[in-house]
């Protein structure tokens, strides 16, 4: 691993946060996160916060068939009539974190991408087990498309972006609105160290069993408070490189992390999109675990994936070109 990320790993066991599989949801929930820890290490650096603070964060709630859903709208600097429109999913395992933990992933891609960014407070298990989180991002994606005008935002140019399960979510929001027609589909999906299956038995995560921040006993650990049986385990929606509608996905952008136990499926996702005829831009990270994307600003090598993804994301947009 990198020296930087182990940085801020250390930082993260120094602030008392212990493996998930040793804790219940509620304190879970509360520890210290590595996003919490990047930012820790940041401020002890004093290293600027460059033009992020621009951007300017509102929460809303929006509705949807499951009550009322939050969703914090993130507005880069400027007035132009029409931005683009960009729905974050965080990552989690369908369990923890929140629009806040990754806040500053948000105001990156706002403020990179001179788009609107809509981050989803999706409902979590165990209170709200599969596919709980997954209607709320359909939900979310529905109600994007019918008042981004309202932020001045263009309802032609909307890209999917998700992490870990929220890279998951982003991937079948993607292909249920192909599937139903629903608007203008997204022209973009950005799926960070993505969960594409429920296989244990990988070589990823037989390579990265033991591996921070996360492992397999703590991908078991959110899989047992967020499915119920072994068919919510094994549904299409998780089991993504199995699925046979795939054809016209739009322009894609797959980030592994080489010390990740969700390498292979995210890499596997990958070859199965090409075989689709999509056009794909993969790229496998090398010396980082998951949750290194939160880290651009202190990891060289998360800040290359951040600019790789923000440099797609401008060129789905009709911006810059695609290098």
Known sequence: MV?????????????????????????????????DA????????GIPRSNDAEIRAEDIFISSDRGALSVRVYRPPGNRLRYPGILFFHSGGF???????????ARRLALGANALVFAVNYQKAPEHPFPAAHDDAWAAYGWTLDNIETFSGDRNRIAVVGESAGGNLAANVAIRAIAEGLGPPPVAQVLVCPLADSDMESQSY????????????????????TFSDAAARND???????????????????????????????????????????????????????????????VPEAGFAMDTVIANLKHAFGGKAKD
């Open 38 to 45: 990047a930012n820790a290490v940041e401020l002890r650096r």
């Open 95 to 105: 369990v923890i974190g929140d629009v806040a933990t990754y806040d500053q992933t």
């Open 236 to 298: 299409p929606r998780i089991k993504l490189a199995e699925r046979s509608d795939l054809g016209d996905l739009p322009f894609t952008t797959i980030i592994t992390a080489d010390l990740d136990p969700l390498r292979s499926e995210g890499q596997l996702f990958a070859d199965r999109l090409r075989d689709a005829r999509v056009t794909v831009d993969a790229r496998n990270v090398a010396g980082v675990g998951h949750e290194f994307f939160c880290m651009n600003k202190l």
């Open 206 to 225: 037989r390579e990265n069993a033991g591996s921070r921040p996360l492992g397999r006993a703590a991908m078991e650990w959110f899989f047992n408070y």
């Open 3 to 35: 020296a930087e990320m182990r940085e801020v790993l250390d930082e993260l066991e120094s602030m008392g946060a212990k493996p998930l599989s040793q804790l219940s949801v509620a304190e879970a929930r509360t520890q210290a996160s590595p996003a």
